[in-house]
Structures are given as structure tokens and as C-alpha cells.
T-cell receptor, first 120, second 112 residues
Framework: DGGITQSPKYLFRKEGQNVTLSCEQN?????MYWYRQDPGQGLRLIYY???????QKGDIAEGYSVSREKKESFPLTVTSAQKNPTAFYLC???????????????????FGPGTRLTVL | DQQVKQNSPSLSVQEGRISILNCDYT??????FLWYKKYPAEGPTFLIS?????DKNEDGRFTVFLNKSAKHLSLHIVPSQPGDSAVYFC???????????FGTGTRLKVLA
């Protein structure tokens, strides 16, 4: 089955440690995204990648890093520089660059199940 | 600057009645809008979308209306069911770009 996976589901980290969240997709999407969800703040974009070996900062990139060495994978590292890392992290992949606004209603962004990161 | 706003953080509706969730935006360049449903500790799932060349799109119990002059869209759910209880996010994007802008979400509670 095609889809997008994130692991682990729950992650605990000691303050001062870096941690890497995994995201894999087999939907053959060029674009991949990382979002962070906090209560009452919706989804905020951390980083996104339009194509392999290329990525851009989103609205809250400070304290995070990413890599895009393969089309299928877009890991997110939460570094010790991130001051408030406890949150729910969502990865997504999508087709935004190919969006046809005259076409039928379609989803253009597919989300993984998320990883809950807790800093102890 | 919040380009996409959902001003109602929560909404309660009786089962069988209509649920109306609202979303306002400020960027007139947006030309595609999506609604997602999200349960706790899960990723959002797509519900319905609409492009700026339309003013209405319908899919089963879900209808999205777009008023471009008011920069406003709404999601109607009729009839509402207890399983619809979730957080609903609207999102917007400029076609040809890659960056989605999400609203803060509205928590819908459908009462049995």
C-alpha cells in the first residue's frame, strides 16, 4: 500500500540531546514537509523540500535541521538549540507544484501519523 | 501575520443538524483551499478542496463554499454525526508553489 510513515510514534529525549524523527513515503511525491502542532496554534511549517537534495526553511526552522538525500525520505533532527521542542510533529508529502486548479477536487498533501516528542 | 484564520476555536452541534465551520484568509493570491479533519494523536486526513475558479464544491455530506470577494470559505456538514467530532483545519496555497498555510483549527463536537 502506498503511504507515508513516521517513526517512532512516541519519543522521549533528555534536555540537551539531539533527536532525529523519521519520515518515509512511497507515493512518489517530489515534495515533503515537516510541521509542528501545538495546542491552539494549528500546524506550523518547519521545513519543506521540493525535490531531492533541496529544502527550504518554513516559518519556525530555528533549532531544526533536515536532509533530503532520497526522494522517499525526509528526516527531521531536533537539535538542542530548539528551546521548546515538546510537540506533535507531522510529516507530509504532496503534489503542490503540479496542482491544477481547474481539475477535480483532490488532496494534494498527505500526512503521516505523527510523532509525539517529549523532552524530559 | 496569520494569513489563514479560523476564528472559532470550538463548535458544538446536535447530531443530525448542520455544522458550519468558517475560515478567512487575507492573501488574494491563494487559489486552492483544502479542509482537513484531525483526530488527537493522528495525522490530518483530507476532506474536500476547492479552487478559486469555483464557488462551491460538494462531496457527500460535505460542501465547501468560497466567497472570493469576502476572502471567506466555509465547510458545511449535513447531517452531522458523532463520528465527525474532530479538529478541522482549513489550508490555502498558491498554485505552482509548495507552501501551504494552515489555520489554527476548529474543534467540532457533535452531540448525540
Amino acid at each position: 500500500d502506498g503511504g507515508i510513515t513516521q517513526s517512532p510514534k512516541y519519543l522521549f529525549r533528555k534536555e540537551g540531546q539531539n533527536v532525529t524523527l523519521s519520515c518515509e513515503q512511497n507515493l512518489n511525491h517530489d515534495a515533503m514537509y515537516w510541521y509542528r502542532q501545538d495546542p491552539g496554534q494549528g500546524l506550523r511549517l518547519i521545513y519543506y523540500s521540493q525535490i531531492v537534495n533541496d529544502f527550504q526553511k518554513g516559518d519556525i526552522a530555528e533549532g531544526y535541521s533536515v536532509s533530503r538525500e532520497k526522494k522517499e525520505s525526509f528526516p527531521l533532527t531536533v537539535t538542542s538549540a530548539q528551546k521548546n521542542p515538546t510537540a506533535f510533529y507531522l510529516c507530509a508529502s504532496g503534489l503542490a507544484g503540479d496542482l491544477d486548479i481547474s481539475g477535480p477536487s483532490t488532496d494534494t498533501q498527505y500526512f503521516g501519523p505523527g510523532t509525539r516528542l517529549t523532552v524530559l | 501575520d496569520q494569513q489563514v484564520k479560523q476564528n472559532s476555536p470550538s463548535l458544538s452541534v446536535q447530531e443530525g443538524r448542520i455544522s458550519i465551520l468558517n475560515c478567512d484568509y487575507t492573501n488574494s493570491m491563494f487559489d486552492y483551499f483544502l479542509w482537513y479533519k484531525k483526530y488527537p494523536a493522528e495525522g490530518p486526513t483530507f476532506l474536500i478542496s476547492i479552487s478559486s475558479i469555483k464557488d462551491k464544491n460538494e462531496d457527500g455530506r460535505f460542501t465547501v463554499f468560497l466567497n472570493k470577494s469576502a476572502k471567506h470559505l466555509s465547510l458545511h456538514i449535513v447531517p452531522s454525526q458523532p463520528g465527525d467530532s474532530a479538529v478541522y483545519f482549513c489550508a490555502a496555497i498558491v498554485a505552482g508553489t509548495y507552501k501551504y498555510i494552515f489555520g489554527t483549527g476548529t474543534r467540532l463536537k457533535v452531540l448525540a
